[in-house]
């Protein structure tokens, strides 16, 4: 089963993944670094921008060449799919 994301979802989904890759690796300064940068603002104290505010047109930057890569057949040996639960 695929399943359609929105680039937001995405982004958490790979916030939440790092998050997790660093509580297990021992919390190293260098990934936690990166999490903080990565780290959304609360919606009270801004609009939900990532911490570092190059960080976001970065990844949208990366996130597009992605998805231009596809639409031409890129990364056809790296294809995931994810299967039901």
């Known amino acids: 089963m695929e399943s359609a ?3 937001r979802q995405a982004y958490l989904v790979m916030f939440e993944f790092l998050e997790l890759q660093w509580t297990r690796l021992g919390k190293p300064d260098e990934l936690g670094g ?3 940068n990565l780290a959304l603002w609360d919606k009270s104290n801004g609009r939900g ?3 570092d505010a190059a960080v976001f047109p ?3 930057e990366c996130a597009h060449r992605v ?3 596809e639409q031409r057949g890129g990364y ?3 294809d995931i799919r994810l299967l039901p639960e």
């Open 49 to 51: 921008d990532p911490m």
């Open 58 to 60: 970065e990844w949208l």
């Open 5 to 7: 994301v929105t680039l």
């Open 67 to 69: 998805l231009s890569d």
């Open 76 to 78: 056809a040996d790296a």
């Open 34 to 36: 990166l999490l903080g």
